[in-house]
């Protein structure tokens, strides 16, 4: 939960932790009705704009709690187009929102659904080598409420109503289970912002104890597993969790999760020349999926300014596909929708750090 000074914020309790925070202040239940409307559905920025509870509440609730608002200081892309959002919290960090527009169902949902990808910590400790996020190390977790407020903040800059969330900005969302959880509860709620769980995807690096752990919550929202590469030998390339949680540790997390859930697992799969984009890998990744009936999303990689990794020729992205498909497995192969902005996660932020830095420096 985020606290300024001594503060909390009011977007990042659900509602029946709102409830007995008012029940100690002693007000009656229908207060907590009122407020999470003016938080969620008239979204006003600040607690003196609740006009129907009585002014000496809102001053005692002003003292208790505060109430943020995030800013945008970046837009990048037009209308119909991917869009990115870069925002600067309370403090000065920088994260990043990525707002795609209708396209053929990548997560369950129907074609004309607008997806928002979130961040959930600003930078990320996981390190992945091929990853814009990881570059720059970890500096903090974000509290429920600038996650919840991301959403609110680009809905409220477009006029456009979101219907899906994706955890595939900034962060491994799996490290701060608690404030994404909480999050999750606050966007999925009827009293929240009423985004059904089959509309909400959360995805991962492969921390397996936290899959199990998310497998025993009972939201019914969906997990995708960025897997990268189908051997021990590849992932440790790549991916540094892998050393912690190998393949097989994780994939039986996965059964684990598939035994308590109804909804399909994806696997992400970014293809990266000459690391990951073998026959041999395709043929041992439909293997892993069949186990556990998994979808795939092949991902043709972003390049990143400074990293050395690329994407493969359409041709091969192809081959790797028609592998895949001949055993049957639901794939999809991304045409990479933001390419032309960077939309993979983290570069915005990195070029706006970059050349925030450079500034400062020209002026010393
Ligand atoms: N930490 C979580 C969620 C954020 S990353 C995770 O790793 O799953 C979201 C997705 O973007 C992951 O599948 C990640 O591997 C992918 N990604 C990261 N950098 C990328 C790049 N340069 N090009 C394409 N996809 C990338
Ligand atoms: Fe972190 Fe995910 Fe990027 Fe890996 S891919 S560094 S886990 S944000």
Known sequence: MVKSAGKTDMKSLTFSELQERLRNLGEPSYRTIQITDWLYKKRVDAIDKMTNLPGSLRSRLAEKFS??????????????????????????????????????????????????????????????????????????????????????????????????????????????????????????????????????????????????????????????????????????????????????????????????????LTFEYILIADVNDSDEQARLLSHHAKRLSAKVNLIPYNSVPGLPWMRPSEKRQEKFLSILRSQRIPATLRREKGHDIDAACGQLRLQTERELRKDVIAKL
């Open 67 to 264: 109430l943020g608002t995030i800013d945008i200081v970046r837009v990048l892309g037009a209308r119909d187009t991917t869009r990115k959002f870069l925002f600067r919290l309370t403090g000065g960090s920088l994260i990043e929102s990525v707002l795609i527009p209708a396209s053929p169902a990548l997560y369950g949902g129907k074609a004309d659904r607008r997806t928002i990808c979130v961040s959930t910590q600003v930078g990320c400790a996981y390190g992945c080598k091929f990853c814009a996020s990881g570059l720059e190390g970890f500096s903090r977790n974000l509290g429920a409420n600038e996650i919840v407020e991301q959403l609110i903040a680009v809905e409220r800059a477009t006029g456009e109503k979101i219907d899906n969330i994706v955890f595939m900005g900034m962060g491994e969302p799996l490290a701060n289970l608690e404030n994404v959880l909480r999050a999750i509860r606050i966007i999925n709620a009827n009293w929240g912002l009423g985004i059904g769980a089959r509309h909400i995807t959360v995805s991962t690096s492969g921390l397996a104890p936290q899959i199990r752990k998310l497998a025993e919550e009972p939201l019914q929202i969906r997990l995708a597993i960025s897997l990268h590469g189908a051997t021990d030998e590849v992932r440790n390339r790549i991916m540094p969790i892998n050393r912690r949680y190998n393949i097989e540790t994780l994939l039986s997390a996965c059964d684990y999760y598939k035994a308590h859930k109804k909804q399909h």
